[in-house]
């Protein structure tokens, strides 16, 4: 029995409305004005640090500078994360469709995501879906995140497959690094938060433009159920 490991933001589900609500929120709190989602979407993808350090170097200010407390700074984000968590994120075409299919083909099922852990349950279970997935990696689950292979060698073990039967499916350049570095096939989702230009630099095996293809790239390769 194979594993396919999925990206969350921008793979599963469409969040940049929440995250853009969350960075406005929490750039109010200095002050300052709100920005669009061309801004933000770039910004999306190493986890919430990265997120909120981009923020407010954007606004000017240094998260690492002496005397501002970038600790204080990343719960109050937190913070405002949980409260806009589902507002305006959706479920992406075909997703639901697809992890049914894939269930019923005898995949494993596992989420990786560099968001942080407590919130990847509320969102899956929001669009009905946290029972597909028999495990969930957060961004702040282990030591390393992606692109580091480690949160997907992690996975491998959990499930007892070896890397060369998993795969991964991600939309962005640090999907497609840990799957190298983890030894993995990996399938590219275009119209994510990655960019053309970061697949042209780091190619996937396959691209794709919805999750209703993935099947049948699974079923040409090695990990094949």
Known sequence: MALIIFDLDGTLVDSRPDLVRTVNAAMSEHGFASVGPELVTPWVGRGSRVLLAAALRHHGVDPQAPGFDFE????????HYGQ???IDTTLYPDVSETLTQLGEQGYELAVCTNKPERFVAPLLQHFGIRDRFGALLGGDSLPQRKPDPEPLL???RHFGERPE???MVGDSRHDVEAARGAGMPVAGLRG???SAEEFELHPPDVLIDTLAELPAWLSRITIAA
């Open 72 to 79: 204080a700074a990343f719960e109050r984000f937190l913070f």
């Open 84 to 86: 806009n968590l589902t």
């Open 154 to 156: 992690h996975l491998a």
């Open 165 to 167: 039967r998993c795969a």
């Open 192 to 194: 994510g938060y990655g």
